[in-house]
């Protein structure tokens, strides 16, 4: 049995069409564009109405990005790692397991995929790869997320991984005059032991249901239909309160 999660070990986890390693300071303007996306900041509960502008950006806000993501390896209690796509080598987005539970070995899962990774079943493979190092190395139970109703595309990426909708938190989101549910999915580690990220209802026809073992690499610096992101939050922890599409 696990006692601990160890987070100070911050992995490559290869695939075959993402990577998922530390960030670099060459990520960033990959991250900035999808956080600057209008649908990422729709579908991820950022913006309030389609008639939203984007400000202009903020050097002193791309500051304060550039510091949070340079400190992202000195985390003792989350991952995040950037994601990159094997044919290209470009950082296309993140995934991270972040709210540590000790006490219930738990973590939330979110993942913020860019324009140019989405579409292509990226976002699938890398909730496959952090979600399974969360049960096989850092012996987490139960890994949950949120993702609102209108985003259907990234809800349907969950399940292919093998999360389960458990709940609703209804009309959580004010979206111009309508209001938003979210579905709040999970899976445990037992689910996850079965399947190994592939139940059987994301399984084409003629598979075996058998799953490609997970391929660490150092701790060092399928499908189409990926998801964007989770529901929008503000960071956790000291860093700046600005609203971003993702939850930090």
Known sequence: MFESADFSIKPTLTGTRVV????ISEDLDAILT??????????TGSVHDDTTEITPEDPAETRRLRDWYATREAQPDRLDLAIVEVATARCVGEAVLNQWDP???????RILIGPGGQGRGLGTE?????????????????????????????RRSYEKAGFR??????????????WI??????????????HRGYPESA???GESGQAPRLQE?????????????????????????RRHPVRR
Do not use: K
């Open 126 to 154: 890398a909730t496959r790869l952090i979600v399974g190092y969360g049960f096989e190395t850092l012996g987490l139970h139960r890994i949950s997320l949120e993702v609102y109703a209108f985003n259907p595309r990234a």
């Open 181 to 194: 549910d979210a579905t709040v999915m999970s899976i445990l580690a037992r689910e996850w032991a079965e």
């Open 20 to 23: 998922l390693r530390p960030f």
């Open 217 to 241: 690499v150092g701790d060092g610096g399928g499908d189409s239909g990926d998801g964007i992101g989770q529901v929008g939050r503000n960071r956790e922890g000291g860093s700046p309160r």
């Open 34 to 43: 999808a956080l600057r996306d209008p649908d990422v900041r729709r579908l």
């Open 203 to 205: 399984q084409p026809a």
């Open 103 to 109: 006490g219930n070995r738990s973590c939330n899962f």
């Open 165 to 178: 909708p458990e709940g609703v938190l209804r009309e959580s989101l004010r979206y111009g005059d309508r």
